[in-house]
């Protein structure tokens, strides 16, 4: 189960690699030339696929880790996978109003009382609810990966140092995303600060795929894992 954690690690990770910089067009892209460019549509819609894939393999890291810890805690690890979950369920909430500016972009006779003015409208409107949202994700993704690795650190199934590491790089996500959603003139200030969370999770997810866990580690018990 570990190695499913970690083979899920990696899946939404590169899932979330392509959705940043793979070759997605943006939805103004769309606007202008959807109706005539088949191409551009196909791509937007493989950044659909990528989401399902990644909010789909961010559940199954979540079960995989509440088996692999409900042994150090039953209770702590429920809580940070359901936290988990609730990440994936609203990334696929947010994905629908995403599919809902799409759909009304490449298909106006979906909107026919609407002008083109007020579809822009409505586009623009849609869009920034998906943009804005996906920071409330962050906050129980951050609260799920801190308890989580907080009980590799009590557990020492993985190397300290790498559980540190995550207790860090989840609190600094949740703190981030918290603080955009107060304050959203924030966001393109802080987003580099985002980048050392990819780093953890590519580490981790090799870690816990190749490696897998210390079976021999006690819970307050030195270990070779260190």
């Known amino acids: 189960m570990a190695r499913l954690a970690g083979f899920s690690y990696l899946a ?5 690699l392509y959705i940043t ?3 997605i067009p943006s939805l103004g892209a769309l606007s202008e030339q959807g109706a005539a460019s088949p191409a551009l549509e196909f791509m937007f819609r493989t950044g659909f696929l990528a989401e399902a894939v990644l909010y789909t393999f961010v559940c199954v890291s979540a079960a995989a880790m509440y088996v692999v810890l409900k042994s150090v805690s039953q209770g702590g690890a429920l809580i940070a996978a359901f936290c988990r979950l609730i990440e994936g369920a609203m990334g696929a909430t947010f ?9 009304a972009v490449v298909n106006p006779d979906l909107t026919p009382g609407l002008s083109g003015e007020a579809r822009v409208s409505l586009v ?5 609810i998906y943009g804005s ?9 951050a609260v799920g990966g801190v308890i989580f690795f907080s009980l590799f650190f009590r557990s020492r199934l993985i190397p300290r140092w790498l559980s540190a590491w995550g207790i860090v790089t989840y609190s600094v996500i949740g703190t981030l995303a918290a603080s955009i959603i107060l304050y959203p003139s924030l966001a393109e ?3 580099l600060f985002f980048v050392p969370g990819a780093l953890f999770e590519w580490v981790a997810a090799f870690w816990l795929l190749f490696a897998g866990i210390n079976t021999k580690a006690r819970v307050g018990e030195p270990s070779t894992a260190d």
């Open 12 to 16: 939404y990770t590169l899932a979330g």
């Open 133 to 141: 949202a996906l920071y409330i994700l962050l906050v129980p993704m």
């Open 124 to 128: 623009a409107f849609l869009r920034d």
């Open 95 to 103: 994905i629908i109003f995403k599919y809902a500016a799409f759909a």
């Open 189 to 191: 200030q802080v987003m």
């Open 21 to 23: 910089f793979g070759p």
